[in-house]
């Protein structure tokens, strides 16, 4: 996929989750940028869809913008930050899954292994006579890819639900405390 196609999905993934209600525009404008900016390996000699491409990398930079925000954002009992942090990699993954089934191959586990991983070219015609696809690589690249705007539908949800419980939990053990003693 090119770049123009990643940022503008990247956009309309946003979009579709809702992140312009509760957050702004340059939010999910920035995380597209972001995602785009992985394709930078296509360039300065760096070994393409393998450099940026790879889950090591796609995973870390999540993961640290998630920590971040949990420790910097806890005592305001924010999770902005963190919810950007899983949109920003809901949107990494998918960039990474359209281009190993639309463009062909990634090198997913680089620089420990040169392999690449690519999806199987399925296609499922209407007839034999004619060609009419009903399943598509570019289709399923396409679904697999909903199922993740569906799950990250309730991902700030959970978040939210995590810090109360664990909220709820310190009291009721500060509480069993002050009994005992």
């Not at 090591?56 to 009992?77: C, D, N, Q, R, T």
Request: one cysteine or more.
């Amino acid at each position: 996929m090119d770049s123009l196609f990643h940022f503008v999905f990247s956009i309309i993934v946003g979009l579709s989750l809702n992140i312009r209600r509760k957050h702004k525009l340059r939010v999910i404008v920035s995380a597209a940028l972001l995602v785009v900016l992985i394709d930078i390996d296509h360039f300065f000699g760096m070994t393409a869809r393998g450099t940026f491409h790879n889950i090591f990398f796609v995973s870390a930079i999540p993961l640290i913008l998630f920590y971040i925000g949990y420790m910097y954002e806890k005592p305001y009992h924010s999770i902005k930050l963190q919810t950007y942090s899983l949109l920003l990699g809901l949107m990494l993954i998918a960039h990474v899954i359209c281009d190993m089934f639309i463009d062909g191959s990634v090198k997913l586990l680089y620089p420990f292994n040169m392999t690449d991983f690519t999806m199987p070219d399925i296609w499922i015609l209407a007839t034999p006579d004619f060609f009419s696809p009903i399943v598509s690589p570019t289709g399923i690249a396409l679904g697999i890819i909903l199922l993740f705007i569906m799950i990250a539908f309730y991902v700030e949800e959970f978040i939210y639900n995590l810090e109360k419980n664990k909220e709820k939990l310190s009291i009721a053990v500060r509480d069993t405390n002050e009994d005992v003693f």
